[in-house]
T-cell receptor
Framework: GAVVSQHPSRVICKSGTSVKIECRSL??????MFWYRQFPKKSLMLMAT?????????EQGVEKDKFLINHASLTLSTLTVTSAHPEDSSFYIC???????????FGPGTRLTVL | GQQVMQIPQYQHVQEGEDFTTYCNSS?????IQWYKQRPGGHPVFLIQ?????EVKKQKRLTFQFGEAKKNSSLHITATQTTDVGTYFC????????????FGKGTHLIIQP
């Protein structure tokens, strides 16, 4: 079946640094990818919609200058958490929608810990 | 914006008992999807319901989509310890660009 990978799976960084998370669809094209954030024991919260070749669409309350999204190809989207702070520590999950369908496949997630 | 309410938040059952979680959307959905997340894991896609009134079964799991396409349920018959986890419903409004709107999830705890 369709596979979505995320890298890294875990990252620990110092406050003030930037962290890049990659999301790849391995065996299908995904013009649209989504980035979610999950707080402990909470539901996934959609952060932004990433579209290949255009600017991402951010959900209300999500700082676009802090969470930079680049969707450079049909199989890769990246999320960069800039100037990370401890409150940015969370589980970040991407999903990729199979082109011309409503089906999404989730990546395994990235656990970000900011010290 | 679209909201998806899911209840209950937590459900404790004895092994062998049945379990049901319910989702209600504030708007009509194009489809609804169900995910299971094991503790420490990521959400895993279970099923997608598209048609009004649709009922689908996967072994002991029964999924229903309401006639108005605004509510859905997941029912597990005779729970087993492997069913432990959080079950999320996620609504998709359609239109091409929107992400899913997730319910808050139901944490299923099974007592042996």
């Amino acid at each position: 079946g369709a596979v979505v990978s995320q890298h890294p799976s875990r990252v620990i960084c110092k406050s003030g640094t930037s962290v890049k998370i990659e999301c790849r669809s391995l065996d299908f094209q995904a013009t649209t990818m989504f980035w979610y954030r999950q707080f402990p024991k909470k539901s996934l919260m959609l952060m932004a919609t990433s579209n290949e070749g255009s600017k991402a669409t951010y959900e209300q309350g999500v700082e676009k200058d802090k969470f930079l999204i680049n969707h450079a190809s049909l199989t890769l989207s990246t999320l960069t958490v800039t100037s990370a702070h401890p409150e940015d520590s969370s589980f970040y999950i991407c999903s990729a929608r199979v082109d011309f369908t409503d089906t999404q496949y989730f990546g395994p997630g990235t656990r970000l810990t900011v010290l | 914006g679209q909201q998806v309410m899911q209840i209950p938040q937590y459900q404790h059952v004895q092994e062998g008992e049945d379990f049901t979680t319910y989702c209600n959307s504030s708007t009509t959905l194009s489809n609804i999807q169900w995910y299971k997340q094991r503790p420490g894991g990521h959400p895993v896609f279970l099923i997608q319901l598209v048609k009004s009134g649709e009922v689908k079964k996967q072994k002991r799991l029964t999924f229903q989509f309401g006639e108005a396409k605004k509510n859905s349920s997941l029912h597990i018959t005779a729970t087993q310890t492997t069913d432990v986890g959080t079950y999320f419903c996620a609504g998709y409004s359609g239109g091409g660009a929107d992400g899913l709107t997730f319910g808050k999830g139901t944490h299923l705890i099974i007592q042996p």
